[in-house]
């Protein structure tokens, strides 16, 4: 089992759409969750940090961290083409290699206008 | 935040040659690291820059294909030695202004080998 799976999509929405992306872990000791937007060729884009569980909001984006299920989401609402991209999760531990990310495959998202 | 320059943005190599790549971040930042992005797959990280001293590479990678330089704060370079197909991929450079805040990408370095 990986330490993080994410479902590559492609997913297609239309314009105005809720968006769901998904990643699931195995390792408990996770304490930071990320998620990044890659465009095609450019390099990925910070969108939401987080600690421990809970939510966040900015914007049109809410990531959640359930961390009894090993469990993190980010919703996009009122999706815009420009949100078309890879959307990456990535998580790191709180210990003394905190700063090694272990990352999704990332999801292929394309809003359609 | 950090701005992270990576050149080239791109290229393409014949086998058995080798490519350097360069980072350069705008602001003094604690950790630099190399990653790979191969297609259908997770970002992986090579190994991080240490500046001064020898990289610290992960599991699978070694200093012989993946030498790293790190003078200062601010710059580091990976180069790709004895290049085969196998080693077409994406090479991104990572920086963190500070342990546990978040990391800052570069838009890559595509490098195709032929």
């Known amino acids: 089992q990986k330490e993080v799976e994410q479902d590559p999509g492609p997913l297609s929405v239309p314009e105005g759409a809720i968006v769901s992306l998904n990643c699931t872990y195995s390792?408990?000791?996770?304490?930071?969750f990320m998620w990044y937007r890659q465009y095609s060729r450019k390099g990925p884009e910070l969108l939401m940090y987080?600690?421990?569980?809970g939510n966040k909001e900015d914007g049109r984006f809410t990531a959640q961290v359930d961390k009894s299920s090993k469990y993190i989401s980010l919703f996009i609402r009122d999706s815009q083409p420009s949100d078309s991209a890879t959307y990456l999760c990535a998580m790191k531990d709180s210990g003394g290699s905190n700063y090694k990310l272990t990352f999704g495959k990332g999801t292929l998202l394309t809003v359609n206008p | 935040s950090a701005v992270i320059s990576q050149k080239p943005s791109r290229d393409i190599c014949q086998r058995g040659t080798s490519l350097t790549i360069q980072c350069q971040v705008d602001?003094?930042?604690?950790?630099m690291f190399w990653y790979r992005q191969q297609p259908g797959q997770s970002l992986t990280l090579i190994a991080t820059a240490n500046q001064g001293s020898e990289a610290t590479y992960e599991s699978g990678f070694v200093i012989d294909k993946f030498p790293i330089s790190r003078p200062n704060l601010t710059f580091s370079t990976l180069t790709v030695s004895n290049m085969s197909p196998e080693d077409s991929s994406i090479y991104l450079c990572?920086?963190?202004?500070?342990?546990?805040?978040?990391?800052?990408f570069g838009q890559g370095t595509r490098l195709t080998v032929v």
């Open positions: 390792n408990s000791a996770f304490q930071y």
């Open positions: 987080t600690y421990s569980s």
């Open positions: 602001s003094q930042v604690t950790m």
């Open positions: 990572s920086a963190l202004t500070a342990v546990n805040t978040e990391a800052f």
